[in-house]
């Protein structure tokens, strides 16, 4: 766990003045880049940020001179630890991630290692071509990643692996020069000559290779001296001949720093078809792989029992997984296996289906085939698959699935056996494995569950020695799709013994004789289960503290076996379930997507690692078991590092859905605000910002007053001034203040009052909830959405406070409820739970006679239907919560059940929506869709976005401006100006003033659009 090794300061000043790069040396920094997707965790000696390949080459040359060893990184998604190590870390991700060459008639692509498989796969889809090694990370992981781990795809049967894909690497070697590595035979100089060495070295051991190489095709341990010898049941090369860069593809980093990798690409299949076999028990579905192969598939991939229960549950799935089951009200199957045929026609493939289903009444299982034609139902599926591993990982609590024999790969005709034996040892040690994946190549992902603070170091090796003892007797390979790293480097030389492992330890010596490169990983690797590598060892330690929100529902632990968990608060977490809320981050590096979604914007602007929600959450966990240097052990959460990470952070909210494992960054920075101001007071700007919902009253009700506030906005030298004093940008115009609200509107108002009593009656009685921007800036959106509801038959109340309602403090002098995220947004928790806790009360009797509650404004209505349940309101809050819905969600379940009567014209113009990021985080979007094409000839389209920009007040804030319209210009703002007369709907009042900034368009609440259409 030592942070304390890092780089001595002249060597750092030599770095800067050598690189145009940033060279990172702080703790937070490396405590960053100090995981990966596996147990383990080393503090790196420093980070750098090469700009450039010249920079890469600097940095060779400065931990040359020093002996400091360099650890290429790509995505950081390695599941066995080579990604970590006591070293300078490069990371290709920022800068060194171009396509350098593509060529669509010989059927090639060259490009940097740092480049992101999706992204790659995106230019290549308009040449028909791809690059098939389709892992489950493409949206993350690195071309150069994934060769240094020779990564595999679900297609690797049809496909093969990186080694069977990568045609040339040039690399630089330890002494600083590049070579070439591609066909040996023409290879020349500083290849050539490590080529012939390696050659020298494979005839000596021929007849070692071909009695210790497992003939799987899924074999990645060790280097792969079988090159000249190959073994594998797929040749590495389609002619037989040598290519030397397959010496580098699974090297880990160890033995040459890529410069850019040639790959062999394929024609995007024409069609696809899917044969889902459900089978009654598990072990036929294991045993029947070997046969299915025989039928030329290109994927037969494995979802167990444990996970179509697990993903029945989960409301994005139900409806996908069951579309998979002969019957989705009759048994579950234990097993599906997903058979997929790709090729030119479809008839064809429709044969093929055929084809599968005789063989399964061959195997005397008629009727368990379910054929899925229909490509976007196979996406999906596919989809609920690639899910798999991370619908495990939320399972909360200190036992967590650990990946160690998880990609043992066994031949096809053991599989049922292997995964039988496996399952009674886990048993034997007090735990279970779901299993899944790759059937078509004998490669089972599965995970048991283990809690290493404690007991699972020792668990952890038992397993693996049995596991090993098990893949020795069905002669497969332990090592088979994930790497070696630290987890797997000990099981090298069991794999093949002494002498080949000593020709690897000589391949090393070769290319890299002063042990420059990822030390430690394959060539002398540690015990796996060496503790002081941990990222939890059992010193790990929380430091005691009381958080702002109740985060008790993550305070639990789990049963390994029955994965229940113990009751909400007795997981023994010093931070009262914070800390475990953090350490739900297991590194996956999902957050790291770019193209769909929402997560994380800020991280796609800046491409920083502090900017990522992987980035933040590591930061919080090491601040809070006091792994940074924060010199206020008692206030981690309010440190000046935490402050870093969470200042671009947008709360969104899109972590919370889009994190396979439910990080609720956006909570996150609610304590780390109320922590951090707290220690260092609160601004004006944050006053202004928060109290909005106490002053906007007394604003609007002083004759001229919103006049002459509005004058800021034509005043050039008043907004320079307000950015000088404030910090409030003067490059945005202000929400404009309007004369006329609701709530100086008396005759309307009194027609908006009802009791629930009064409300229940004929279940045409809605609660409205008037917030405060759509009041006091935008009270034609609220008057819209009276118009609409009245229009449809119902009667609406808007709560405002009476005699009987509880005043306070903070609202004594309006008669307005709030919700109270303005105080949230600052960090004045306690304020906002005062100002919250009112509405709840309030609303408790509406929502306990089953009276829809309405929001308007995304953030204000989800602060209710989220925020309030962690802040200790108890059950009322849930009542609440269960209630609350936006109009959209309202108006469009009402169409969905016929109780809707809504007469709308039709739209003369195009409609495009934008969905605020609550609305997306909480699945509102497809609502307001729907809602949307209820206007005749409206034909809705999604702006495909991630955030605005503006997100609350971050887009006002000086020193967010350029970021903020950064997020802007992604996608969302080019998008509204290539529709010049359309529609441009936004719910969130910050949404719309962002595109009204960007484009000078109008964008308009839903509720005006379709008051603007009835008829
Ligand atoms: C949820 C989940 C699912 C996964 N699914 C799959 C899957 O389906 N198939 C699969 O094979 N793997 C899978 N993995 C493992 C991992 O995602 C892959 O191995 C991936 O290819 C790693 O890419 P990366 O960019 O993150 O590499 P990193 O983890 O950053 O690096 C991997 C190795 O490559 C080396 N390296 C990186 N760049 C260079 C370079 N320029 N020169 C030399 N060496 C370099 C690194 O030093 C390291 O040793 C999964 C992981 C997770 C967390
Ligand atoms: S924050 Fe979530 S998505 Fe990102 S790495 Fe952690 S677990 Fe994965
Ligand atoms: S809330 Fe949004 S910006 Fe913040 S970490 Fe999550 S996804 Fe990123």
Request: with cysteine.
């Amino acid at each position: 766990m030592s942070t304390n090794s890092t780089l001595a300061p002249e060597i750092v000043t030599q770095l800067r003045k050598n690189l145009r790069g940033q060279v990172l040396t702080d703790t937070p920094s490396r405590g960053r880049y100090a995981t990966d997707a596996s147990i383990y965790q080393q503090f790196p000696l420093g980070v750098v940020i090469p700009e450039s390949a010249s920079d890469i080459e600097a940095a060779l040359a400065v931990a040359r001179e020093h002996q400091i060893p360099i650890l290429p990184r790509g995505g950081g998604t390695s599941q066995c630890g080579q990604t970590t190590g006591v070293a300078l870390v490069l990371d290709n991700t920022h800068f060194f991630r171009k396509s350098l060459q593509i060529d669509p008639e010989k059927g090639f692509a060259e490009v940097e290692p740092g480049m992101v498989l999706d992204h790659l796969n995106a230019e290549l889809k308009k040449h028909g071509l791809w690059f098939p090694v389709d892992v489950s990370t493409s949206a993350q992981a690195t071309i150069g990643g994934m060769a240094g781990n020779n990564s595999c795809g679900s297609r690797s049967i049809a496909y093969g692996n990186m080694v069977h894909n990568v045609l040339g690497i040039d690399a630089w070697l330890a002494d600083g020069s590049i070579a070439q590595f591609g066909n040996f035979a023409s290879s020349t100089g500083k290849a050539k000559q490590l080529g012939q060495f390696v050659q020298g070295l494979a005839n000596q051991l021929q007849p070692e290779i071909e009695a210790r190489f497992p003939k799987v095709m899924r074999r990645v341990a060790g280097y792969n001296l079988d090159v000249f010898h190959p073994q594998s049941e797929l040749p590495y090369t389609p002619d037989g001949s040598v290519n030397l860069s397959h010496l580098l593809v699974g090297s880990e980093g160890s033995l040459a720093y890529f410069k850019s990798l040639k790959l062999k690409l394929a024609p995007l299949p024409q069609h696809k078809v899917l044969g889902v076999v459900n089978f009654a028990s598990f072990y036929k579905a294991m045993d029947s792989a070997q046969h299915i192969v025989k039928l030329g598939p290109t994927a037969v991939e494995l979802v167990d029992r444990t996970m179509i229960d697990l993903a029945r549950t989960n409301p994005s799935f139900k409806k996908t997984i069951e579309t998979a089951l002969i019957d989705a009200q009759g048994t579950t199957p234990e097993a599906i296996l997903l058979v997929e045929f790709s090729g030119e026609t479809q008839t064809s493939l429709l044969e093929k289906l055929k084809s599968l289903k005789t063989l399964m009444g061959d195997l005397g299982l008629p009727g368990s085939v379910v054929p899925m034609a229909d490509a976007g139902m196979q996406k999906n599926l596919w989809e609920v698959r690639k899910a798999g591993l991370n619908i495990m990982m939320s399972l909360k609590g200190d036992g967590k699935p650990v990946s160690f024999i998880e990609d043992c790969a066994v031949p096809l005709e053991s599989l049922a056996e292997y995964t039988q034996a496996l399952t009674e040892v886990f048993a034997k040690y007090g735990s279970r494995g779901t299993w899944y994946a790759h059937a078509s190549v004998g490669t089972l992902h599965v995970r048991p569950i283990l809690d290493m603070r404690r007991d699972g170091a020792q668990k952890m090796r038992a397993v693996a020695e049995e596991a090993s003892e098990l893949v020795r007797k069905y002669k497969g390979a332990y090592s088979g799709e994930h790497g070696d790293g630290l987890c797997r480097g000990e099981w090298i030389s069991w794999q093949f013994g002494p002498k080949i492992t000593e020709a690897l330890a000589q391949i090393k010596q070769a290319f890299d004789p002063s042990n420059l490169f990822n030390p430690g990983k394959i060539i002398n690797p540690p015990k796996m289960d060496d503790a002081s590598y941990f990222r939890f060892p059992p010193d790990y330690k929380v430091i005691p503290l009381k958080p702002s929100l109740d985060w008790s529902a993550w305070n639990v632990q789990n049963n390994p076996v029955t994965e229940e968990i113990t009751t909400a608060g007795s997981g023994g977490d010093p931070a009262l379930g914070l800390a475990k809320a953090v350490e739900m981050c297991n590194n996956n590096g999902h957050c790291r997507k770019f193209d769909a979604g929402v997560m994380c914007p800020s991280y796609r602007v800046t491409r920083d690692e502090k900017d990522l929600t992987r980035g933040r959450a590591n930061t919080l966990r090491l601040a809070l078991s006091n792994q940074l240097d924060t010199h206020d052990e008692h206030s981690p959460l309010g440190s000046d590092a935490i402050k870093e990470v969470m200042d671009l952070c947008v709360s969104c909210k899109a972590c919370r859905r889009e994190c396979p494992t439910g990080v609720d960054m956006a909570k996150m920075k609610i304590e780390f605000l109320h922590a951090y101001k707290k220690r260092v007071g609160f601004t004006m700007r944050d006053w202004l910002v928060a109290a909005l919902p106490k002053y906007a009253p007394i604003i609007s009700n002083i004759p001229g007053l919103p006049a002459l506030l509005n004058l800021r906005n034509h005043l050039p030298p008043v907004a320079k001034l307000q950015e000088w004093l404030m910090g409030i940008s003067a490059q945005r115009s202000l929400p404009v203040w309007k004369k006329e609200t609701l709530w100086n509107d008396k005759s309307i108002l009194q027609k908006l009052q009802y009791s629930p009593a009064e409300l229940h009656q004929d279940g045409k009685g809605v609660v409205l909830l008037a917030d405060s921007f759509n009041a006091y800036f935008e009270n034609e959106n609220l008057q819209a959405a009276i118009q609409v509801l009245q229009a449809a038959g119902y009667r609406v109340h808007i709560p405002q406070k009476t005699t009987q309602a509880k005043t306070s403090s903070t609202s004594a002098c309006s008669k307005e409820f709030c919700c109270g995220r303005t105080y949230l947004a600052a960090g004045m928790v306690d304020q906002a739970k005062e100002t919250l806790g009112e509405l709840v009360d309030y609303l408790v009797p509406y929502a306990q006679a089953g009276i829809p509650i309405i929001g308007l404004e995304p953030s204000c209505l989800f602060t209710l239907k989220d925020e309030a349940l962690v802040m200790g309101f108890g059950d009322k809050a849930i009542t609440v919560s269960k209630q609350a819905q936006l109009l959209e969600e309202f108006l469009a379940a009402q169409a969905k059940d016929n109780k809707l009567s809504l007469n709308l014209k039709a739209a003369t113009r195009p409609v495009l929506f934008h969905g605020h990021c609550h609305q997306k985080a909480f699945a509102a979007v497809t609502p307001a869709l729907e809602l949307l094409k209820l206007i005749p000839n409206a034909n809705p389209e999604l702006i495909e976005s991630s955030c605005c920009g503006m997100a609350g007040s971050f887009g006002y804030e000086s020193e967010h401006i350029t970021v903020s319209k950064q997020m802007a210009e992604m996608s969302l703002l080019p998008t509204i100006r290539k529709s010049p007369n359309s529609w441009i709907v936004a719910d969130g009042t910050s949404c719309r003033h962002q595109i009204t900034d960007g484009t000078q368009r109008d964008a308009v609440h839903i509720a005006k659009i379709l008051a603007a259409h009835l008829q």
